[in-house]
């Protein structure tokens, strides 16, 4: 698969809103993915935020390897990065992510009371890359189904205020991709995950760097989910015949686009287990997942 070069005309617009709205709140809860936490990261972010504090929030950490969570989050803050890893559905979210954000911003609150300014709410922007969980975070802080959510990146199409807490005013956005990614790696693990529109990536490329990573990294979790033998998984065998094999172990018949399909959602739904596809160790010298 190529490198992909993704950059429609309504994410220039949204991210321009998020530059926009920047000097308007007190820190950006900036989401990535717990199961490919590199590639998630979209690095205007951090050029958008500029110095205004950010909170790390890992998502979907229910779909993530534990040891390999815990890895990134000793790498996040061995950089001084603020970071949370969190399950948006866990019923103590909006505890959790409260007190982090007045730990972060406690000396400014405290400057503006001691000049004595009213009390008042954090006000926090969340971005973060498309399909990500952003709406679901912010409706779990406020409690309340505000904010669209759905199964597919690009369901936020503008922003939202949700202002419903005492504590924090929350600016929801819609996700945003960038111009080029680092690697062709990162687009596809962006496209295994869910980030990027089904529709613009042939289905068996996807499935096909699935079954790579997988065949390299946990055979074990491909061999017990498509009752695979040790035959099937054989070093002389190609990843598109393994496909045809999976396929066929699924009942397709020679239907490779509904195989390829099926183990995306395998994937995305976590029916292999819980996956995190990179670590830090991963990260060349220049901080890339080539
Ligand atoms: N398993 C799991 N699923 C989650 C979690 N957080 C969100 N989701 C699911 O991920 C999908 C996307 O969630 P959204 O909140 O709509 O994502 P978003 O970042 O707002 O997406 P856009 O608005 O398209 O940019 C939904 O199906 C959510 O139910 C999580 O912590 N664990
Ligand atoms: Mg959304």
Redesign the pocket.
């Known amino acids: 698969m190529a490198v992909i070069q993704w950059f429609p005309g309504h994410m220039a617009k949204a991210l321009r809103q998020i530059r926009e709205q920047m000097p308007l709140v007190d820190i950006v809860f900036e989401l990535v993915d717990a199961r490919v936490p590199y590639s998630s990261q979209n690095p205007e972010v951090a050029l958008a935020a500029g110095n205004k504090p950010r909170l790390l929030i890992m998502?979907?950490?229910?779909?993530a390897d534990r040891e390999r969570l815990a890895e990134w989050l000793q790498f996040f803050k061995e950089k001084g990065q603020p970071v949370l890893a969190?399950?948006?559905?866990q019923h103590n979210v909006a505890k959790l992510v409260t007190a982090k954000s007045k730990e972060i911003l406690h000396d400014k609150m405290a400057e503006e009371a001691a000049k004595g300014l009213k009390k008042r709410p954090i006000r926090a922007m969340c971005v973060?890359v498309?399909?990500?969980?952003?709406?679901?975070l912010l409706n779990h802080l406020v409690k309340k189904n505000v904010a669209v959510?759905?199964?597919r990146?690009?369901?936020?199409t503008g922003q939202q205020w949700l202002r419903s807490s005492a504590d924090l005013e929350l600016l929801d956005t819609?996700?945003v991709l960038w111009h080029k990614f680092a690697s062709a790696k990162q687009g596809q693990m962006l496209a295994l995950s869910g980030a990027i529109k089904d529709s613009l990536y042939p289905k068996d490329d996807v499935a096909l760097f699935a079954l790579r990573y997988l065949r390299e990294h946990q055979p074990e979790k491909l061999q017990e989910r498509y009752r695979l033998s040790d035959a099937d998984l054989a070093e002389e065998v190609t990843d598109p015949d393994l496909l045809l094999t999976i396929t066929q172990k699924m009942g397709f018949r020679d239907d490779y686009d509904r195989a390829s399909e099926r183990l995306i959602f395998d994937l995305r739904k976590g029916k292999l287990g819980p996956i995190t596809m990179e670590v830090p160790a991963d990260l060349n010298a220049e901080g890339i997942n080539e």
């Open positions: 998502t979907k950490t229910d779909l969190l399950d948006s559905r973060g498309p399909n990500v969980g952003k709406s679901t959510t759905g199964n990146p690009g369901v936020t819609p996700g």
